[in-house]
């Protein structure tokens, strides 16, 4: 069983940035993503890696913003969102998944996190 915790979430200004932690309890090797829901919107990729940690993947409207990478030493896996806009204002979940290859759909993944709110004002 894996437990994930985020944090890291809050309120900034358009053109800031925010880094997101997840915190992995139980084993290393995971596939692992961050997805985001908007209120009235159905669950989005954000980005993922593969179980090794590497190949890293996003989703089209956040790519050259947003950076996935993880720390195997702290079972850490980590967000850093530049450049933020106001369509970028969700709740983010981090999530980890059976299997080798990155996986884009919600359904791919077996555990999540609570979320943490991300806010970015205009």
């Known amino acids: 069983q894996v437990q994930l915790v985020e944090s890291g979430g809050g309120l900034v200004q358009a053109g800031g940035s925010l880094r997101l932690s997840c915190a992995v309890s139980?084993?290393?090797?995971?596939?692992m993503g961050w997805f985001r829901q908007a209120p009235g919107k159905e669950r989005q990729f954000v980005a993922g890696?593969?179980?090794?940690?590497?190949?890293?993947a996003y989703g089209d409207s956040v790519k050259g913003r947003f950076t996935i990478s993880r720390d195997s030493a702290k079972n850490t896996l980590y967000l850093q969102m530049n450049s933020l806009k106001p369509e970028d204002t969700a709740v983010y979940y981090c999530?980890?998944?059976?299997?080798?290859?990155?996986?884009?759909?919600?359904?791919?993944?077996?555990?999540w996190g609570q979320g943490t709110q991300v806010t970015v004002s205009s």
């Open positions: 890696l593969n179980w090794a940690g590497s190949s890293p």
């Open positions: 139980g084993r290393s090797f995971y596939v």
């Open positions: 999530a980890a998944g059976a299997g080798a290859n990155v996986a884009y759909t919600a359904s791919d993944y077996h555990s």
